[in-house]
């Protein structure tokens, strides 16, 4: 059996038989990123890469859903801009990694949910996926949904670009 490790009540993280245990621990807001999960894991991803008895990761969610995405109600008070290039940075951490990591998607995946799970090496889905970026769609910047895909496309061009992983199409 592993060690809990205290990274605070939004997240646990265990290592056990090789394996860093991570988990999404905001079950009542659906696993919902806030500024003290985007902390706590930024905290247990440097305990995992330093611990060279973690030979891989695994992150899922408590509750029914994997991630909903940014908890908006949280972040409508802060700097959006800075807490968004704050989870952009994070998101962009799982692509540095040099050790595997393995998403066990146990629900729904929103949103920022959704751009979590594509950041791991291997991803696997419990029961029925039910994934979803609205926010490609934006009617109220007059976007077409052509225009959102093609912007998104170029970010995803510019992560995969810093990102050390070999990518194919």
Do not use: H
Not at 9 to 33: H, K, Q, T
Not at 51 to 67: H, M, R, Y
Not at 102 to 128: C, K, R, W, Y
Request: hydrophobic share 45%.
């Amino acid at each position: 059996m592993g060690e809990r490790s205290s990274t605070g009540s939004v997240l646990g993280a265990d290592l056990v038989d090789g394996v860093f245990v991570f988990e999404l621990n905001r079950p009542e807001a659906r696993n919902a990123i806030s500024p003290d999960m985007v902390a706590a894991l930024n905290d247990a991803l440097s305990r995992f890469q330093s611990d060279d008895s973690a030979k891989a990761g695994v992150i899922t969610g408590a509750g029914s859903a994997f991630c909903a995405g940014l908890d908006l109600k949280v972040f409508a008070a802060t700097d959006a801009d800075a807490e968004r290039r704050t989870v952009g940075a994070l998101l962009r951490r799982f692509g540095q990694l040099t050790k595997p990591m393995i998403g066990a998607i146990n629900g729904p995946a929103i949103a920022g949910g959704l751009e979590l799970a594509l950041s791991f090496n291997i991803a696997t889905a419990d029961g029925e996926l039910i994934a979803s970026l609205r926010e490609l769609y934006d009617a109220n910047m007059n976007r077409s949904l052509d225009d959102a895909l093609a912007a998104e496309q170029v970010e995803l061009e510019r992560w995969r670009q810093s990102s050390p992983r070999t990518w194919s199409a």
